[in-house]
């Protein structure tokens, strides 16, 4: 069964003070590799797609990195509005096409 | 606007009493997909469906239906909704499930009692 990781559970930075996010996965012949933002009573909301090992995207403050195993999300001088809780979602191969799994999320809190 | 639309976005109702949750794009995607969010749990699927009339069980189909007569709805049936079926539920789109973002609605929260 396809497995993702999120680590930490949750996050507390001051306004400033930068740090990453982790996603391991466990899905072999990865398709996609996805970052959402969800904000409180809010649906996610899309961040970015990486396909291979290698890759990196960058969006303001934020930047993500795929390995075989693993994806980051760095953010640089995080600001209090960067509060929300990130996920990842992995699309495997084949026959589930369909199917997405997503891991449980890393909640940041960002205090000025 | 392009939207993914869910309706209602709170619902409580009693054990056993059928309801539908509405979903709706207007970004004539090919796919759609129900999830449920739970504490802990994260975000798992429900269903999904690749195209009109393709529909397919994602990680908790059990308690539930779905239907794919229109491109732009994808509806979610509870015959018999149960107590473990209270969650917040999110419908999302894309326009090819193979390398497309998911687009999300903002959530129906539903309570069974």
């Known amino acids: 069964e396809d497995q993702v990781t999120q680590s930490p559970e949750a996050l507390r930075l001051q306004e400033g003070e930068s740090s990453s996010l982790n996603c391991s996965y466990t899905v072999s012949g990865l398709r996609g590799l996805f970052w959402y933002r969800q904000d409180p009573g809010k649906g996610p909301e899309f961040l970015f797609t990486l396909y291979s090992a290698g890759e990196e995207k960058e969006k303001e403050r934020l930047k993500a990195t795929l390995t075989k195993k693993e994806s980051f999300l760095h953010i640089t001088a995080p600001k209090p509005e960067d509060s929300a809780t990130y996920l990842c979602a992995v699309l495997p191969p084949g026959t589930n096409a369909g199917k997405s799994t997503f891991g449980d999320g890393t909640t940041l809190t960002v205090k000025p | 606007e392009a939207q993914v639309t869910q309706n209602p976005r709170y619902l409580i109702t009693v054990t056993g009493k059928k309801l539908t949750v509405t979903c709706s794009q207007n970004?004539?995607?090919?796919?759609m997909s129900w999830y449920r969010q739970d504490p802990g749990l994260g975000l798992r699927q429900i269903y999904y469906?690749?195209?009109?009339?393709?529909?397919d069980k994602g990680d908790v189909p059990e308690g539930y239906k779905v239907s794919r007569k229109e491109k732009r709805n994808f509806p979610l049936i509870l015959e018999s909704p149960s107590p473990n079926q209270t969650s917040l539920y999110f419908c999302a789109s894309s326009f090819w499930v193979a390398n497309s973002p998911l687009h999300f609605g903002n959530g129906t929260r539903l309570t069974v009692t």
């Open positions: 469906s690749m195209n009109v009339e393709v529909t």
């Open positions: 970004m004539n995607h090919e796919y």
